[in-house]
């Protein structure tokens, strides 16, 4: 097999075996290139010791010199350059205590997560797969090398990566290695919420989210995202739901683009379900208020996975706006512009669409009809330069001021009420008709 390595990766291989060390390409970006795809990083795996290969390059960084890894600056380009290593006992379930530098290939492979990222390349010797890495990449499985219980106790989190994986690839995982995970999923537990914010992620944004299904299924739910297990079996007995809400999660998930702020939004808009719940006499289910109880939950569990100021606060808008319903016209439109953000409305406009995706086909073209005409006019507005924003008023404090208003909370009412005149009729915003209506309020 041959694959076309980077000229970068060339240069730094083919620099390494020319001073006499062994050099390969080595894990995700050999995986990837088998199946086809784009390797988002290069990694290369060498018998030189770290200071051995700062000696041959001109500039480098002691990125993880204690586990033997130097990155190598090529230009812009940065490549991680490690020794072949066997690493000593795992004392916090993450990393090990100590690590043993070695000049065996398979030795540096062995302590891999699994055989699919345990193979090797360079183009003098072609593909190392010492653990039958290609042959889980033909039969589309998820397999530890060696022993799993042994690997997931090594590193937690690999529990948690098997997953990933697995919906990145759409690979299920092998039997043993399940069991291994269900297992020791609770020593979840003892990794850092940065890494478990990553995983989760990249599980979200992967183009299978319902594995987190499977997330569930093996324990690791009832770990990282408790919030999840209590949707399970939460029926929605409403015409407008036929799933209960795990199942309609899952499909809202797959219903919108891959992107971090969309997923996420999705994973979170129904958690405040379960605590909302109440039946009728007639037995059917409501939710009431579930959008700002969902809209909690998001942030705490957010907050629990230590991301972004921004993030915390896009997401949960978007959770709080999720089911706000309104008839689509050119005012109401305007008026949600201002309420949710010029900026998030068409976030909002698919995440609406998402939900409206997953539910029962009751009334199911008629909303989505709906949405697409938001879209319209939202675009129209955006064309027209329509006021939707005190920004945009023709008139400002300033003005108001000039015409005797005082600074303070009047002013900003009157800016407010202003606001709600012009978008009502974008007619409106034009400076002498605004203060022609103060003067009016004002009795002037």
């Given at each position: 097999m041959k694959i076309a390595l980077p000229r970068k990766v060339?240069?730094?291989?083919?620099?390494?075996?020319?001073?006499?060390?062994?050099?390969?390409?080595?894990?995700?970006c050999v995986r990837d290139s088998i199946l086809a795809r784009r390797p988002e990083d290069w990694d290369i795996t060498t018998s030189a010791k770290p200071e051995e290969i700062k000696k041959l390059f001109r500039k480098t960084v002691d990125t993880g010199i204690e586990?033997?890894?130097v990155t190598v600056l090529l230009g812009k380009d940065s490549f991680e350059v490690t020794t072949y290593r066997i690493d000593g006992a795992y004392e916090d379930s993450r990393h090990p205590k100590e690590v043993k530098f070695t000049n065996r290939l398979e030795e540096d492979l062995r302590r891999r997560d699994f055989t699919i990222n345990a193979m090797a390349y360079n183009d003098e010797v072609r593909l190392v797969d010492v653990f039958g890495g290609m042959q889980d990449l033909n039969h589309h499985r998820i397999r530890c090398v060696g022993?799993?219980?042994?690997?997931?106790?090594e590193d937690a989190l690999r529990?948690?990566?098997?997953?990933?994986?697995?919906?990145?690839?759409?690979?299920?995982?092998?039997?043993?290695?399940?069991?291994?995970?269900?297992?020791?999923?609770?020593?979840?537990?003892?990794?850092?919420?940065?890494?478990?914010?990553?995983?989760?992620v990249k599980l979200l944004v992967s183009p299978h989210p319902e594995r987190i299904q499977d997330a569930f299924e093996l324990g690791i739910t009832r770990v990282i995202l408790p919030e999840w297990d209590a949707m399970v079996g939460v029926e929605q007995h409403t015409p407008h739901h036929k799933y209960d809400v795990a199942e309609h999660t899952i499909r809202a998930l797959k219903n919108v683009k891959r992107d971090k702020i969309l997923r996420l939004t999705m994973l979170f808009h129904d958690m405040g379900k379960p605590a909302m719940k109440t039946t009728d006499e007639k037995g059917q289910d409501h939710f009431k208020g579930h959008a700002l109880v969902s809209e909690e939950i998001a942030r705490k569990i957010l907050r629990r996975l230590k991301f972004d100021n921004d993030t915390v606060k896009t997401v949960t808008r978007l959770v709080c706006y999720h089911d706000y319903r309104i008839e689509a016209t050119p005012q109401n439109v305007r008026r949600a512009m201002n309420r949710i953000g010029v900026e998030l409305?068409?976030?909002?406009?698919?995440?609406?669409?998402?939900?409206?995706?997953?539910?029962?086909?009751?009334?199911?073209?008629?909303?989505?009809?709906?949405?697409v005409e938001m879209r319209r006019l939202y675009q129209e507005a955006l064309l027209k330069d329509q006021c939707v924003t005190l920004r945009q008023l023709a008139v400002s404090g300033k003005d108001l001021?000039?015409?005797?208003?005082?600074?303070?909370?009047?002013?900003?009412?009157?800016?407010?009420?202003?606001?709600?005149y012009v978008i009502d009729d974008p007619e409106r915003n034009d400076r002498d008709t605004l203060c022609k209506y103060v003067k009016e309020k004002l009795g002037l």
């Open positions: 060339l240069m730094i291989i083919n620099n390494l075996q020319l001073h006499g060390y062994e050099a390969f390409a080595v894990g995700g586990h033997g890894t022993d799993p219980e042994e690997r997931f106790s529990i948690l990566r098997a997953v990933r994986f697995s919906a990145q690839l759409n690979f299920p995982i092998e039997p043993n290695t399940a069991r291994a995970v269900k297992k020791l999923a609770p020593t979840l537990k003892k990794i850092s919420a940065e890494r478990i914010r990553t995983e989760l409305f068409p976030y909002y406009l698919a995440v609406r669409m998402a939900d409206v995706k997953a539910q029962s086909p009751y009334r199911k073209r008629e909303k989505i009809e709906n949405i001021m000039q015409l005797g208003m005082k600074p303070g909370r009047e002013l900003g009412s009157m800016l407010s009420e202003l606001l709600e």
